[in-house]
């Protein structure tokens, strides 16, 4: 059995610090990046270097996948059939450019589902987050 900060190997694996922002927006940001790879492909075609630029454009920079994590991303969608590509050639580079299917499509549907209701019980957990009126912070 594992312990928290130990791997099965004995290396110490260093613990997450979950009072930190950062590891929040890290892990949210990672999640949110398959969402608008499929947001930005549902409304057109485009090669990978193109995702990039237009799911950081969507999101306004706070959501910006690298390309060395854009390519795995959009390999696993189109071995999942969400995804097709065709070899395009511009200016005598080839390049892939990625299409939804309709398997896709309707990941995409589920996806905006799912964030949707995820959003409302995040919504709903921001009261209890906050400290009431006249009362501390502190429980009991």
Known sequence: MTRPGSS???????TPDYTDRVYWQGSIKMSLSKFFVLRVLHRQPMHGYEVVQAVAKTTRGCCSPTEGTIYPMLADFEAD??????????????????????RGR????????????????????????????????ECC
């Open 8 to 14: 099965q190997r004995g290396v110490p694996r260093p």
């Open 81 to 102: 059939g969400c995804l097709r590509s065709r070899l395009e050639t511009v200016q005598g580079r080839e390049r892939k450019v990625y299409a939804l299917t309709e």
């Open 106 to 137: 309707q990941a995409f549907r589920t996806a905006v589902a799912a964030w949707l209701e995820a959003t409302d019980c995040i919504l709903a957990s921001k009261a209890a987050a906050e400290p009431q009126r006249g009362m501390s912070d």
